[in-house]
């Protein structure tokens, strides 16, 4: 007879399952609204990483290689869709590949994955400190300050409160686009331009390197689409989660390429506004282009954009990624604090607060273009992860025809088009980063396997994760992992000194200087109060639900 294991009464105690402690808040609106706010429109339209670097490549074939990458995302969006509707748990790609593999390649994939969700918020709200600081001249550390702590409040508010919040400003800045999108087109038309740039923006001729350059501008366009996978993050939130998530995540992701494709379209239009070579010289050339398309001044409601646009992008990402190391506390593969929700809130309090921490150092000391392209390099691999796991969980369901098509030759084609942008398009510094942090993720999981024994193990179907016995033998492939990957560590940082110091040919590893606080004493200071005045408003919630939880056992 098959013995079950209970789950501890002290686990949920302390921390609860998401779906006590959170409740179903997430229909597919909701959903939808989260995906495409966490992809800020307005910001691939706007910052100089998105549609200005892919025009480097590009020239006018930037729609084209949006539309490779646009197809990528929905590929890698069906795979995602397919392992919720059997992995309905929240944690995005931990709870995805502890189901379908097991939990030491799921904490190996997760790794991977903060590559990209803890430096997200920090990545969107840089560019609104550039927008606000060329509007309105405010110091941007001041801008990080102020918006870091709209967003933790936001998002300590409760669900309600933070989609609602971003389902109004992401309608504010997308009628602020289409706007600028339908006035480009009338504005090309207008000074006979249109025929000639809409051809070229529609085939590899609008390319100055053909092909290879749309391929490399869609590495960069990919970049634009982070965050359509969200939804999958807060799946125990949602109402039928098996159907809603897989919907919000494939309709996040088609209404993205459609609306990127049409921004894009626009903006190649503009171009001969300010003039094609000029857009090198320009941080955000688009509000230029407005000015010459609306009139003097009027371009700065493009500004507006921005800012909102990175508001929500990072309230999004706030939501989505402290619900994925939520998730990871209360399943001890994190600190087990993490995994505390606050009982009127709702909202999983220590991990928003950390986050708000890290994107405040980030936000202000941390080149934008290294952030940028870090959550590029991280992402990638996240996604070949993802449309491997896809194939593998469904690969015993034999030769069927929907089976070969959706588990076998989409899961695949998104294998190839990933890795095709980490070979061709990733910069060669990127890719040894990538490397290193890819040997650092399999030595943490080792030295957690080797010191905290089988403490959890995945489960499917509805139970979840299940705990079970502490034992202390420490399995040799462990001992032998970290060995091995110790020395493989070691030689890898090597390697890549040797090749920074004699081969990188004075590599330039970023053009945009650590953004704001570098050098500013006053800047420091408020950035470390800011900080501490997080971590006090955190401690002064957990006070209260120990204080609140004390008194309920009292009653009893």
């Not at 001890?332 to 890290?358: C, E, F, M, W, Y």
Request: charge should be positive; proline fraction near 5%.
């Amino acid at each position: 007879m098959k013995k079950t294991v209970k789950p501890s009464s002290e686990g949920n105690k302390e921390s609860g399952s998401v779906e006590q402690a959170m409740g179903k808040s997430f229909n597919t609106w909701k959903l939808v609204v989260l995906g495409l706010a966490f992809m800020a429109p307005g910001l691939s339209l706007l910052a100089t990483f998105n549609l200005v670097m892919t025009a480097g490549y590009t020239w006018m074939g930037i729609p084209l290689s949006y539309l490779i990458a646009g197809v990528t995302i929905i590929i890698t969006s069906i795979s995602f869709a397919e392992l919720v509707r059997v992995f309905p748990k929240s944690g995005s790609v931990w709870a995805l590949a502890s189901g379908a593999v097991g939990s030491k390649f799921g904490q190996f994939s997760v790794w991977i994955y903060l590559l990209e969700i803890l430096v997200v918020p920090a990545a969107a709200l840089i560019p609104a400190g550039f927008f606000l600081q060329s509007w309105l001249g405010v110091p941007p550390w001041v801008t990080m300050i102020v918006f870091v702590a709209v967003v933790s409040l936001l998002a300590w508010g409760g669900t309600n409160l933070s989609v609602r919040s971003m389902a109004i400003l992401f309608v504010a800045q997308l009628a602020i686009l289409i706007a600028f999108a339908v006035s480009a087109v009338i504005w090309s038309i207008n000074t006979g331009n249109f025929a000639t740039q809409a051809s070229l923006s529609l085939t590899p001729a609008g390319s100055l390197f053909g092909i290879a350059g749309i391929m490399v501008g869609a590495t960069v366009a990919v970049y634009s689409f982070l965050g359509y996978e969200a939804p999958a993050s807060v799946t125990e939130e949602s109402e039928k989660p098996t159907k809603t998530v897989p919907w919000a995540i494939v309709i996040s992701a088609v209404a993205a390429t459609g609306l990127y494709l049409l921004l894009a379209w626009a903006f190649v239009l503009a171009i001969p506004s300010i003039g094609l070579f000029s857009l090198l010289y320009y941080v955000n050339p688009v509000p230029a282009m407005g000015n010459a398309i609306w009139g003097s001044g009027i371009g700065n409601i493009l500004n507006f954009a921005g800012i909102i646009a990175g508001l929500i992008a990072a309230l999004a990402a706030v939501t989505a990624s402290s619900r994925v190391l939520q998730k990871l506390g209360a399943d001890r593969i994190a600190p087990k604090a993490l995994g505390r929700v606050d009982r009127k809130l709702q909202t999983p309090v220590i991990a928003i607060g950390l986050i708000s921490v890290i994107t405040m150092i980030l936000a202000n000391f941390t080149p934008w273009e290294v952030i940028a392209y870090t959550i590029a390099t991280g992402a990638l691999p996240a996604f070949i992860i993802t449309n491997l796991l896809a194939f593998w969980h469904y690969r015993k369901d034999g030769f069927t025809a929907k089976n070969i098509i959706v588990h076998g030759v989409i899961p695949w084609a998104g294998i190839f088009l990933c890795t095709w942008f980490i070979i061709f398009g990733v910069p060669l510094h990127l890719k040894w980063i990538l490397f290193i942090w890819i040997i650092i993720g399999a030595l943490l999981v080792c030295v957690n396997h080797a010191f905290r024994p089988a403490v959890f193990k995945a489960a499917g179907g509805e139970s979840g994760s299940e705990p079970v016995d502490r034992g202390w033998k420490r399995p040799i492939w462990s001992l032998v992992g970290i060995a091995v990957s110790v020395g493989l560590l070691i030689i890898v940082c090597s390697a890549f000194s040797i090749w920074l110091t004699f081969y990188s040919s004075g590599l330039t590893w970023w053009h945009i200087i650590p953004p704001y606080a570098g050098g500013d004493i006053l800047a420091i200071a408020l950035t470390i109060l800011a900080t501490v005045i997080f971590a006090v408003s955190t401690g002064i919630l957990i006070f209260r639900d120990r204080l609140f939880k004390r008194k309920e056992v009292e009653s009893r």
